[in-house]
């Protein structure tokens, strides 16, 4: 079978976004693609949107789904609907900060949570230990094949 990425709708809010890559949809539809691969799934009959917003909007969603308030770096929705995964939802002023303070690329990390939020819209989550150890383990796995390093690792 024949490893396939999912379509992506990509919707973006804040324009600030396309600043941390001139090919930010191109780099996340690769990202996608090596998920896709190293899952060995066919997504490609199913459709994901990749949400690029702001803090402020992120915030809303995170206090009306979440009972979270404040905002957050990446938030997961999955669908009810038939081909549909969902949708991840990133915060751009989170997630540019979270980079400075690591200390890594803003592209590297955006891509970064865009594979964790996909994997949770499969099911994958890291509530308990072991599923965290195994989330993690092909968050990185996905990772390097992107040539970015462990977020894991100190």
Do not use: C
Request: net charge negative; no cysteine; glycine share 4%.
């Amino acid at each position: 079978m024949s490893e396939k990425k999912p379509i992506i709708n990509f919707i973006i809010s804040e324009k600030r976004w396309k600043t941390i890559s001139p090919l930010l949809e191109e780099e996340v539809t690769l990202a996608l693609e090596k998920t896709s691969h190293a899952l060995k799934k066919d997504f490609s009959q199913s459709e994901v949107s990749v949400v690029l917003t702001t803090d402020k909007e992120i915030h809303i969603l995170n206090k009306t789904f979440r009972q979270q308030d404040k905002a957050t770096n990446v938030l997961s929705f999955p669908s009810d609907e038939k081909g549909e995964f969902g949708d991840i939802i990133l915060a751009y002023e989170t997630v540019l900060k979270e980079a400075q303070e690591l200390g890594i690329s803003t592209l590297h990390h955006t891509l970064h949570l865009i594979i964790h939020g996909f994997l949770h819209l499969l099911g994958y989550d890291h509530e308990a230990d072991h599923e965290a150890g195994e989330m993690e383990s092909l968050e990185i796995k996905i990772l390097q094949t992107l040539n970015i390093q462990n977020p894991y690792e100190d």
